[in-house]
Nanobody, 114 residues
Framework: QVQLVESGGGLVQPGGSLRLSCAAS????????MGWYRQGPGKERELVAT???????NYADSAKGRFTISRGNAKNWVYLQMNSLKPEDTAVYYC????????WGKGTQVTVSS
């Protein structure tokens, strides 16, 4: 089992920045990839960014150039630095981990509004 806990969401003005954090616990040695997904109001959950244990990253087109995913030195942390935020980035952001099974955190709300 893997447990994921997100933090760092909140209210930010358009053009602002936020940094999301996710801590993984449990059987973390088996994790081969972690990432962030989001679900906006009335929308389906969508990929934001992923990172593998080797450091390979993948971004949604909407995140490229504005968001950066990274992992901590201990490898059980994953971060999402979000810059130049737009109102359409408003969503619940979920941390995800995969070790052959998919695990999800409970999510953290990000609201971009003036």
């Amino acid at each position: 089992q893997v447990q994921l806990v997100e933090s760092g969401g909140g209210l930010v003005q358009p053009g602002g920045s936020l940094r999301l954090s996710c801590a993984a616990s449990g059987i973390i040695f088996s994790i081969n990839a972690m990432g962030w997904y989001r679900q906006g109001p009335g929308k389906e959950r969508e990929l934001v960014a992923t990172i593998t244990t080797s450091g390979s990253t993948n971004y949604a087109d909407s995140a490229k150039g504005r968001f950066t995913i990274s992992r901590g030195n201990a490898k059980n942390w994953v971060y999402l630095q979000m810059n130049s935020l737009k109102p359409e980035d408003t969503a619940v952001y979920y941390c995800h981990a995969n070790n052959g099974r998919n695990y999800w955190g409970k999510g953290t709300q990000v609201t971009v509004s003036s």
